[in-house]
Structures are given as structure tokens and as C-alpha cells.
């Protein structure tokens, strides 16, 4: 310890610098050996998918989140992995409308034993709502689910089925990862 101008204490320890820091290389994310890994998320979309999926990380069960990891076929990526927790169809079709080119795999006793690539479908049938509060679908006395025909898929476009009001991800993601 010294002082300096001001008679003030300081340290005389020497500084590492981050240049002389080593530069740590490649993922280090450990396996799983029961559950769901979602691979090829977008860069920066992960925390989007754990909102879709209502993970809010006081789980029973352990949740991996890697996010802008090098990735050869995209630059970057994001990685969700769900220990012991295997996804239901209408919950693939909401990662679908956040991360429409990610890939799904299936792990059981540490082998991945399905990859699938998730598939936008054509419908998106009672995932959404229709923002236009006027649809047949809002209104309560009305027995008619929200259903939707993608028009796009990048940039993602859906036209609701019934009164033809257009929504983009924007919209679908506000609605997933609004406070409820």
C-alpha cells in the first residue's frame, strides 16, 4: 500500500490487464442427461423462449441458458437446456413463432435421441390472441378459439383467420412476455 497526491491510501498491487488475461475458447455447458435441448435460437432470443414457455427459473428442475455463442452456420446462437423436462406440442408451436429455425432435441440417458428442426406451421391454432379486440375470437359469449395463417415466416407475418387483422412478432412476442 501507498499513498498517492492526495494522501489517500492506495494500492500498489500490479494490475492485470485484460490483454494479458487468457482468452477462454469454446462452449462450456454441461450435458444433460434427461430433457429438452433447443439448439440454433437466434442470438439474443433465448430469454424470449424461457418467457414463452413460462420458465421463470423457480423450476424443479435445472435450466441452462447460453446466449450468442459461436455458431459456423449463423455467427451466433442461443442454447436452451431443460433438465429433466420434455415439451408438449402446443408449447414446440409457441418456441416456433419466437425461433422459428431452432432445432429440438430430445435427451434420454445422456443420448440425444430425437432432433427435430422446428417447423413453423401453417396454422397456429389457440396460441395467440387476436389483438383486434372486436374479433369473434375476444369476445366471451362467442365458443371460437384464435386462429391464424402465417403469411410470412421472415419476417414473420400472421393474418387472424376470422377477422384478417395482421400481426408480426413484435406483436406475438409482447404477448407471451407481457406481466400476467
Known amino acids: ?5 492526495t494522501n489517500r491510501m492506495v494500492s500498489t498491487l500490479p494490475v492485470k490487464r485484460m490483454s494479458e488475461t487468457k482468452k477462454v475458447e469454446g462452449i462450456r455447458i454441461v450435458k444433460i442427461s434427461d430433457g429438452t435441448v433447443i ?3 437466434t442470438a439474443g432470443h433465448a ?3 424461457l ?3 413460462g420458465i421463470t427459473g423457480k423450476e424443479d428442475y435445472i435450466v441452462t441458458l447460453a446466449m450468442n455463442i459461436s455458431s459456423s452456420k449463423t455467427g451466433q446462437k442461443d442454447i436452451v437446456k ?5 415439451l408438449e406440442d402446443h408449447e414446440v408451436a409457441r418456441v416456433a413463432l419466437v ?3 431452432a432445432t429440438l432435441n430430445l435427451i434420454e440417458d445422456g443420448k440425444v435421441t430425437k432432433k427435430t428442426r422446428i417447423q413453423l406451421p401453417d396454422v397456429i391454432d389457440n396460441v395467440i390472441k387476436c389483438p383486434n379486440q372486436r374479433c369473434v375470437t375476444n369476445k366471451e359469449r362467442e365458443p371460437v378459439t384464435p386462429k391464424f395463417q402465417v ?3 421472415d419476417p414473420m407475418s400472421l393474418k387472424c383467420h376470422y377477422c384478417w387483422t395482421l400481426v408480426d412478432e413484435t406483436d406475438i412476442i409482447a404477448q407471451f412476455t407481457e406481466s400476467k
Open 1 to 5: 500500500m501507498g499513498k498517492d497526491k
Open 39 to 41: 439448439d440454433h435460437i
Open 47 to 49: 430469454l424470449q423462449v
Open 51 to 53: 418467457q414463452i414457455l
Open 82 to 86: 431443460l433438465e429433466h423436462r420434455f
Open 99 to 101: 425461433a422459428p429455425d
Open 151 to 153: 403469411v410470412s415466416k
